[in-house]
């Protein structure tokens, strides 16, 4: 039985314990790893066992302290197994981010209801039940909360619309919860994360609910998941509220503010020169 304390290693996180849900992979897996590099104890999860496993025997082998839990992040018993996990393996709880989700590749006219509604909870409830359950530690510890959203939060993307939607919900959410919480302590923050690198097996959800490969992103427009993970980890350690990751990402945020027809007429114009990037 691993002994229930935070071990003590150098870095800016030293002695904290943090959960990334939908850590087996992806920007997941590298904010994880980023994390253990600057001292804290990290609860990795997700829900396929080996993968998972073999991410936390990597970051193991690297000699970080880690613990892995399967669970699915849209139960909520499994949450509550995910919190205990912290709290069983390194005895506290100070940072959440809520990383897990599905995305999709599908237009709205077509998709299954059931699968509409799979996409939106994995991003909505996905990220209300880990802080539910791990809402007691946090406080204890006036720790930090941060979700993971994208750009397509801030306006909307044609093939997205649950995915947007779910992430449009917890921008909301953050600031409610900020203004109800004030008194605690608590940090609550987003990332709007724009278009990155992905591991060659990510699969998202066609219409009919069967998992297929992202649609294309021009590399160049990409950036990788270790930059995206130090901009997450810098906007934990300074407590942010809203950070916009990207050049690309600030210039569309900033059109569909200020020029919301222009940004439409941008997107409506590459859905018909750039069908692969959506479809
Ligand atoms: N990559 C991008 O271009 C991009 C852009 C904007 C925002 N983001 C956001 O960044 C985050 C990470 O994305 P990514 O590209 O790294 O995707 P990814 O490689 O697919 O990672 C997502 C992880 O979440 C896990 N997951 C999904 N549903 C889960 C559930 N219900 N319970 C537990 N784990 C679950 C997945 O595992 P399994 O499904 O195998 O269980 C996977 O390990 C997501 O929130 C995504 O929306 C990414």
């Not at 800016?12 to 314990?17: E, K, P, Q, S, T």
């Not at 359950?133 to 204890?140: G, K, S, W, Y």
């Not at 923050?189 to 992905?198: A, E, K, P, S, Y």
Request: proline fraction near 5%; aromatic fraction near 6%; include cysteine.
């Amino acid at each position: 039985m691993p002994s229930p304390t935070a071990p003590a290693r150098p870095g800016i996180f030293a002695g904290l314990v943090a959960i990334v849900t939908g850590s087996e992979s992806g920007i997941g897996r590298e904010t994880a790893r980023l994390l253990c590099e600057a001292g804290a104890a990290v609860v990795l999860n997700g829900r396929q066992p080996e993968r998972l496993e073999h991410t936390r025997q990597v970051l193991a082998a690297a000699g970080h302290a880690v613990a892995a839990c399967v669970a699915d992040v849209t139960d909520y018993a499994d949450c509550e197994r995910l919190a205990a996990t912290a709290i069983t393996h390194f005895g506290r709880l100070d940072v959440l981010v809520t990383n897990a989700s599905i995305s999709q590749r599908a237009y709205f006219a077509d998709m299954q209801p059931e699968v509409f509604a799979r996409v939106l909870d994995s991003n909505v409830y996905g990220s209300v039940y880990p802080l539910m359950a791990a809402l007691p530690h946090l406080r204890a510890s006036r720790g930090s909360v941060t979700f993971i959203s994208s750009i397509s939060a801030l306006n909307g993307m044609p093939s997205g619309s649950a995915y947007c939607a779910g992430k449009a919900a917890i921008s909301n959410l953050a600031h409610t919860l900020r203004l109800e919480l004030a008194d605690t302590g608590l940090h609550f923050g987003v990332v709007h994360i724009g278009f990155t690198q992905n591991d060659p097996e990510k699969r998202v959800l066609d219409a009919a609910g069967q998992p297929v490969p992202i649609a294309h992103r021009p590399p160049r427009w990409q950036k990788s998941q270790a930059e995206v993970a130090a901009i997450i980890v810098r906007h934990i350690q300074k407590r942010k509220r809203r950070t916009v990751i990207s050049f690309l990402g600030r210039i569309i945020v900033l059109v569909h503010n200020t020029l919301p027809r222009l940004g439409d007429w941008v997107v409506l114009t590459t859905i018909k020169r750039m069908r692969k990037f959506y479809e």
